[in-house]
C-alpha cells in the first residue's frame, strides 16, 4: 500500500517561487520513478518533471530552467522547486509514483495541490 501526500501549494504572484513537496510511504520509494504532473481546468494532465531511480531527470520544455525535482530517498520525499513563475502554471499539482514488476508494479496518486499564479 502506497500513500502520497503533496504539499506546498499556494497563491503566489508572477515571478515568484514555490517549492512542493511529496511524502510517500511505504520502503519501495528509492526504486520507483516519482513525477510531478499537473491539470489546468479544461486541460488534459501534463508531466511537469520526473526522476528515477538513478537521479536521471527530465522536464517538460516549458518549465525547463526554472523547476527543479529532486528527491531524498532516506526520507522517501521529492520535492520540485518552482522558481520565476508565470499565471500559465497555475493548476493541481499531483505527485506520482511508478513501481516496476519486480518490487509489485503499479502506479499511485497523491489528491494534488492547488498551485495558483497571479499576473
Known amino acids: 500500500q502506497v500513500q502520497l501526500v503533496e504539499s506546498g501549494g499556494g497563491l503566489v504572484q508572477a515571478g515568484g517561487s514555490l517549492r512542493l513537496s511529496c511524502a510517500a510511504s511505504?520502503?519501495?520509494?528509492?526504486?520507483?520513478?516519482i513525477g510531478w504532473y499537473r491539470q489546468a481546468p479544461g486541460k488534459q494532465r501534463e508531466l511537469v518533471a520526473a526522476?528515477?531511480?538513478?537521479?536521471?531527470?527530465n522536464y517538460a520544455d516549458s518549465v525547463k530552467g526554472r523547476f527543479t525535482i529532486s528527491r531524498d530517498n532516506a526520507k522517501s520525499t521529492v520535492s520540485l522547486q518552482m522558481n520565476s513563475l508565470k499565471p500559465e502554471d497555475t493548476a493541481v499539482y499531483y505527485c506520482?509514483?511508478?513501481?516496476?514488476?519486480?518490487?509489485?508494479?503499479?502506479?499511485?496518486w497523491g489528491q494534488g495541490t492547488q498551485v495558483t499564479v497571479s499576473s
Open positions: 526522476v528515477n531511480s538513478g537521479g536521471s531527470t
Open positions: 506520482n509514483l511508478r513501481r516496476g514488476p519486480i518490487i509489485g508494479g503499479g502506479e499511485y
Open positions: 511505504g520502503s519501495t520509494f528509492s526504486f520507483s520513478v
